[in-house]
């Protein structure tokens, strides 16, 4: 085998090699809205974007899929909400939702929300999950409250997060 051979041999492995791993995972479904479904249904999106969604154990109607939540959740951060996925689609493009999961809403976004789990996920998860959000149509959900700074109080019920280390002392 010539010298030529071999490094031509050697740039074809590297080029091969190169290009899958340049490859991003991701889910692979007949449409990509039921990629999307399935991707809201692992990620656990629906237990705080689905009213009703933990208790009833996914079986909740249609039309309150991903529509927010009032119940908020406190934390060191304040209290957040778990907004109406539906609206915000609905306002945003499909280049603009990809880019605010990918980026923590340009650093702005808050807990609970596994922003440093979104920012992993493929570009074209991020899209299956804007276009199967965006099959579900118009919302029909409560308005979700703002969020409440940390040290002001709330007007909604919430889930208080704080993390309560247990007395270990031992008692006489």
Known sequence: MSRLQTLTGACAALFVAASLGAQ????????????????????????????NWVESGGKT????????????????WGVNY????????????????????KTADDGDGQLPMPWHNTALMSDDDL???????????????????????????????????KVVTPDTTKKP
Not at 61 to 76: A, I, N, Q
Not at 82 to 101: S, Y
Request: proline fraction near 9%.
């Open 24 to 51: 991003t995972p991701h889910v692979t479904a007949a449409t990509p809205e039921q990629a999307g479904a399935y991707l809201l249904i692992v990620g656990s999106c629906h237990d705080c974007h689905t009213p």
């Open 61 to 76: 109607s249609k039309d309150s899929l991903m529509t927010g939540r009032g119940l908020g959740f406190m934390g060191p």
């Open 82 to 101: 778990a907004k109406n996925l539906r609206v915000i689609a609905d306002r945003q493009g499909e280049e603009h939702w990809v880019k605010t999961l």
């Open 127 to 161: 899209r299956a999950m804007w276009k199967y959000i965006k099959s579900l149509g118009p919302s029909q959900g409560e308005r979700i409250p703002r969020g409440v700074k940390p040290g002001k109080a709330p007007a909604s019920p919430y889930i208080d997060l």
